[in-house]
């Protein structure tokens, strides 16, 4: 079955540097979604991606999907300590499933 | 404007019990899909309903079963509960042309 992989596990940063989580599909998706839990919480909708090779932002966020639609990654730029939390990416395939990675675990140091 | 609401927010459980768990989804969605986490895990997919029927299942056995009600609203129900069912269980729902999810806060579930 479809298989969604994240990495890093974890990321520690201090503020103001920048992070990236990237996501890869073991098959071709036909979307993706990016997700922000933070701790003790439930994941909250940050974006979709469709289209090949997409790039959106919001603020400092910036989410690309991959030319083969199999990849994506999310960068913050000048994290702040707002941002801790874990980011997952999920992915929609022919069927109506999302399939969640594992999820990178962001903490800031201030 | 109401997201999604989960009852309870807590159980604790015996193994061998049954479970059910209650989800209302956000106004204007009738998709609804369940997902089991498992601490410091991605959610898994658990079962997706629609127009009250069983739309998609993940990898869980049939201990795993669900309701959709014509208001749009969900059980997930789990027979004959194991250690290893204790989880978060997330309810997300969505509108009929698949957007992102909007989750509810959990229903955080201990067996013992």
């Known amino acids: 079955g479809q298989q969604v992989m994240q990495i890093p596990q974890y990321q520690h940063v201090q503020e103001g540097e920048d992070f990236t989580t990237y996501c890869n599909s073991s098959?071709?998706?036909?979307?993706i979604q990016w997700y922000k839990q933070r701790p003790g919480g439930h994941p909250v909708f940050l974006i979709q991606?469709?289209?090949?090779?997409e790039v959106k932002k919001q603020k400092r966020l910036t989410f690309q999907f991959g030319e083969a639609k199999k990849n994506s990654s999310l960068h913050i730029t000048a994290t702040q300590t707002t941002d801790v939390g874990t980011y997952f990416c999920?992915?929609?395939?022919?069927?109506?499933?999302?399939?969640f990675g594992k999820g990178t675990l962001l903490t800031v140091n201030p | 404007d109401a997201g999604v609401t989960q009852s309870p927010t807590h159980l604790i459980k015996t193994r061998g019990q049954q479970v059910t768990l209650r989800c209302s989804p956000k106004?204007?969605?009738?998709?609804v899909s369940w997902y089991q986490q498992a601490l410091g895990q991605g959610p898994q997919f658990i079962f997706q309903y629609y127009e009250e029927e069983e739309r998609q299942r993940g990898n869980f056995p049939d201990r795993f079963s669900g309701h959709q009600f014509p208001n749009y609203s969900s059980e997930l129900n789990v027979n004959a509960l194991l250690l290893g069912d204790s989880a978060l269980y997330l309810c997300?729902?969505?509108?009929?042309?698949?957007?992102?999810?909007?989750f509810g806060s959990g229903t955080r579930l201990t067996v013992v």
């Open positions: 991606l469709v289209k090949s090779g």
């Open positions: 997300a729902s969505s509108p009929r042309v698949a957007y992102g999810y909007t």
């Open positions: 098959t071709t998706l036909s979307n």
């Open positions: 999920a992915g929609g395939g022919s069927n109506y499933k999302l399939t």
């Open positions: 106004s204007g969605h009738d998709t």
